[in-house]
Nanobody, 118 residues
Framework: QVQLAESGGGLVQPGGSLRLSCAASGLTFTNYDMNWYRQSPGRERELVAS????????KYADSVRGRFTISRDNDKNTVFLQMNALKPEDTAVYYC???????????WGQGTQVTVSS
């Protein structure tokens, strides 16, 4: 069974940092592009960052570019999201997503809450 387990969320002050982790199991990790999405009440689900199989290509939403960094460790089947200079508008549930286009694979984690507040 495919499982994506997010961790690292929590409460942080504006300007602070958090690192989210997503550990994947039940799939061949190197076959998947990995993504981080977020969703807050009253807002559409937003693609925050993505990274390809070999970490050759990284993409970011305009709202987080320059502040967030996505990375992956293929030996540990884990993708990370380093979040710096956090703002209250970054408050959301963050979801890990694994996608394999050739097979239409699409898997989601349960989400981890990030709250940015003073």
């Amino acid at each position: 069974q495919v499982q994506l387990a997010e961790s690292g969320g929590g409460l942080v002050q504006p300007g602070g940092s958090l690192r989210l982790s997503c550990a994947a199991s039940g799939l061949t990790f190197t076959n998947y592009d990995m993504n981080w999405y977020r969703q807050s009440p009253g807002r559409e689900r937003e693609l925050v960052a993505s990274i390809d199989r070999t970490a050759s290509i990284r993409k970011y939403a305009d709202s987080v570019r320059g502040r967030f960094t996505i990375s992956r460790d293929n030996d540990k089947n884990t993708v990370f999201l380093q979040m710096n200079a956090l703002k209250p508008e970054d408050t959301a549930v963050y979801y890990c997503n694994a996608r394999r286009r050739i097979t239409n694979g699409n898997h989601w984690g349960q989400g981890t809450q990030v709250t940015v507040s003073s």
